[in-house]
């Protein structure tokens, strides 16, 4: 699917474990494709000794292993004769715009795919005599053949997820352009440690303890803790005010794709027999004693971090924007921490349902 009439430099990502329903190119964000590529093309970009170690498993017939569904991103390559050269100028940024893409993609819908770098990336610049460098992960030999043993849901890309043309964006749109609407802002502590620990949550080797505990550090960095009295100096939870706070979240993301009860959720969430009771478990160096149940839950609660950190992305481009307007309006200080602002709305938002809307309603949204 390379287009050889123009010098580019090509990034492919591949989204190892993950299906998709089509042949057809779509897109997530402007400039940023996903699609499976041609035997041909992923046979002259992939062929090394996992390609060969692929080919065998499938007894070297036909044309090779089958290409995984790759996210793919294409720049110019100007006046650059050398791949190194054009990877040292413009492949971080490619790099950059591609884990953007994979957050996108595992905030827009539930499902695992391998990280793409713990497997393998590859640039490509196919006028180039050296054309192709490959940037082997950890991992690359794991799907020689695909994995038995992997607990977590695949993910399932539909060609109706993307845009398929650029004046009628895809569902997807919605994420992406969340995400480059806040990256616009300059970012905020809060919000990349909960990106950092919801991505993190998607660990080949983790043990569900381990996962578990990332999508708790997610949620302490938008709400702060469970039993937590203060963030920073500003008042927030008491008695059922964090179960509330994540009900009254949960009540704008059930419109979104959250398919779960917003009271049962938080109810489970806040309760010593539920969620609160199985972080401080794993919090206190008892995890393992709650393995299975750590592995029964971790879609359910990956489900509420999804869509709690699609409104807290939301709300943080709104507070860096109008930070004093917005703090007027909820009663506290323009100095405060985004987290306390955002639990103060949440408050707000319960007390007085519908008056802030506007702060926690992610326009567009399916």
Known sequence: MTDTSTPTLSLYFPLWGATFDSEDVGGIGRGVTVYIPFADEWRTIQRTDVWMA???????????????CCIVLFTPLGDTDSIHAAIQE??????????TAVTALRLFRPGWFLQPEQAMYIFYAPTLPMNVVRAPGPYRQVFVSDPAGIAMTRYEL??????????????????WDLLQNYRRTGGN?????????????YGFQLRPPSRAANLYTALDAMLGGMMARKIGRVPVHNNRGYARCVETALNYAAASGFDDSPR????????ESGGRGLRNAIAHGTGSA???????????LQSIVRA??????????IWTHQPDKTADRIGLSAES?????????????????????DLLRIDGAA
Do not use: C
Not at 158 to 175: E, F, M, Y
Not at 308 to 317: D, E, I, K, S, T
Not at 342 to 350: I, M, S, T
């Open 54 to 68: 692929q080919r065998r498993s499938e007894g070297g017939q036909g044309q090779g292993p089958t290409p995984p």
């Open 90 to 99: 413009r492949g971080e940024s490619l790099l950059a715009i591609a884990r």
């Open 158 to 175: 539909k060609i109706d997820d993307l845009t398929l043309q650029l004046d009628s964006p895809g569902p997807i749109a919605v994420v």
């Open 189 to 201: 502590a809060s919000v990349e440690i909960a990106l950092e620990s919801f991505n993190r949550s």
């Open 264 to 271: 049962d959720a938080a109810k489970w969430l806040h309760s």
């Open 290 to 300: 709650v393995e299975p149940e750590a592995q029964r839950i971790y879609e359910p």
């Open 308 to 317: 709690l950190l699609r409104q807290y992305l939301h709300f943080a481009v």
């Open 337 to 357: 921490p985004l987290s306390a602002a955002y639990v103060k709305a949440l408050k707000a938002e319960a007390k007085a349902p519908g008056s802030m809307s």
